[in-house]
């Protein structure tokens, strides 16, 4: 057991993803004037209540984990670490990040961050990711929350631009996780976890990338068309976006599912990575003239 493996059950490389849409989020709300307080806070904060939900998810999927060969190897199925140790420290962990936003944000960001932990911890790792193959889609809300977050941190309110990025981050989150499945074909399968692909097939799955891919572009415009981000972010999200769906329509005559699926999946980190970055430099400064009402 070393600082290595503590480290590793945290997912890492799921957090620095979320830093991304947290950042995406604040400088959007922001709108040029940084808090950099409230924003360390709210990375810091968001950061560990990720973490500590991976170290759950890490304690419940073991018995799955290890039956997939990219899994198989984490230090809870290794019994690197013992199962108390994990449970304690992702308390720890959740405690710390809840307890930063709710401080130095505000209560609606640490309710966010509890709405996001709860589904992905309770609805999706602990039920609906082994019984349903919509588990995919409820899980992709609590993946779309970081962002939202962000948002909410700076403004204290859940607005139409709020909901936007719910939306958007929800729907990218969908072809993004249909083609890892895709490509961890047999991982998946193997741990009879009823993905899409594997359920009903991935012609299927191919089609309902297709579609949500086309709605996720359809979803980013919006923060332009509502007067929350400029033309040059709505530039490269149309860009970006209808590239990824050319890229999903050519699945259709791809010769092998998994090297198509892999190419998919990692234009989908370069998407919404650039458009964390556009709505963060190209906000209106005078965001939401267009729609202000804000939801209860």
Known sequence: MSVKHFIQITKPGIIFGNVLSVAGGFFLAAQGHIDFGLFLATVVGTSLVVASG???????????????????????VQGLISIKLALAYATVLGLLGFGLLYTVANPLAAFCGLIGFAIYVGLYSLYLKRKSVHGTLVGSLSGAMPPVIGY??????????????????????????????????????????PVLPVERGIPVAKRHILYYILAFVLATLMLTLCGYAGLSYMAVAAAMGMYWLYMAWTGYKAADDRVWARKLFVFSIFTITALSVMMSVDFKASAGFLLTSTLP
Not at 160 to 181: C, D, E, G, K, R
């Open 152 to 193: 909410v941190a700076v403004t204290g309110r859940f607005d139409i631009a709020a909901l936007t990025l719910l939306v958007m981050f929800s729907l990218w989150q969908m072809p993004h996780s249909y083609a890892i499945a895709i490509f961890r074909f047999n991982d998946y399968k193997a741990a009879s976890i």
């Open 54 to 76: 991976c170290v759950f998810n890490n304690c419940i999927d073991r018995d799955i984990d290890v039956k997939m060969e990219r899994t198989r190897n984490r230090a809870i």
